[in-house]
T-cell receptor
Framework: NAGVMQNPRHLVRRRGQEARLRCSPM?????VYWYRQLPEEGLKFMVY????????ESGMPKERFSAEFPKEGPSILRIQQVVRGDSAAYFC??????????????FGAGTRLSVL | AQKITQTQPGMFVQEKEAVTLDCTYD???????LFWYKQPSSGEMIFLIY??????QNATEGRYSLNFQKARKSANLVISASQLGDSAMYFC????????????FGKGTKLTVNP
């Protein structure tokens, strides 16, 4: 059973370009979460999605950031017009259908975004 | 809202000894989950152990155990018989069950295991 797959592992963008980060959840998992980790910090929640639905986007910056989890294919975190402050590690996690609320989130290896 | 405090930025332990990493949480919720994750230098986040707020017994997973003291709102991770490969960042996290499913993380503790 493959784990959470994120690609690319490393992404370099110049200021003003777009960054697209992909996440394929574990097989059988229908819940996807995105987190951001700044250097020397813990992870900060960004968005929680189920297939074709955004459930909670309270951690997403209001502008330039968007996320989707289509019926087919991976979840995508899109950052438009990147700025240097967007440089961070972006982690995707997935969990199975919730059972008695024991919601263990399994993480991918992350995408390290560097903005030049 | 949840808040997680990890007061030890760094910890050192000798190989084969046990070590305790501290975690306190602040919540008014009745039902919640507590988690520990390991982040080695390679960067991935590895799930270690889970404790539910209604679980009466402390969780254990191999060499990892969670010392859950509900009244003190603490959820310390105990690693027994430390190995060199245990050197990593360790993050405590909490999740409110039945509400938003987001994990709230502490700032982490960097554990170094010395030979």
């Amino acid at each position: 059973n493959a784990g959470v797959m994120q690609n690319p592992r490393h992404l370099v963008r110049r200021r003003g370009q777009e960054a697209r980060l992909r996440c394929s959840p574990m097989k059988g998992h229908s819940h996807v979460y995105w987190y951001r980790q700044l250097p020397e910090e813990g992870l900060k929640f960004m968005v929680y999605l189920q297939k074709e639905n955004i459930i909670d986007e309270s951690g997403m910056p209001k502008e330039r950031f968007s996320a989707e989890f289509p019926k087919e294919g991976p979840s995508i975190l899109r950052i438009q017009q990147v700025v240097r402050g967007d440089s961070a590690a972006y982690f995707c996690a997935s969990s199975p259908r919730l059972v008695l609320a024991k919601n263990i989130q399994y993480f991918g290896a992350g995408t390290r975004l560097s903005v030049l | 809202a949840q808040k997680i405090t990890q007061t030890q930025p760094g910890m050192f332990v000798q190989e084969k000894e046990a070590v305790t990493l501290d975690c306190t949480y602040d919540t008014s919720d009745q039902s919640y989950g507590l988690f520990w994750y390991k982040q080695p230098s390679s960067g991935e986040m590895i799930f270690l152990i889970y404790q539910g707020s209604y679980d009466e017994q402390n969780a254990t997973e191999g060499r990892y155990s969670l010392n859950f003291q509900k009244a003190r709102k603490s959820a310390n991770l105990v690693i027994s018989a430390s190995q060199l490969g245990d050197s990593a960042m360790y993050f405590c996290a909490a999740l409110t069950q039945g509400g938003s499913e987001k994990l709230v993380f502490g700032k982490g503790t960097k554990l170094t295991v010395n030979p």
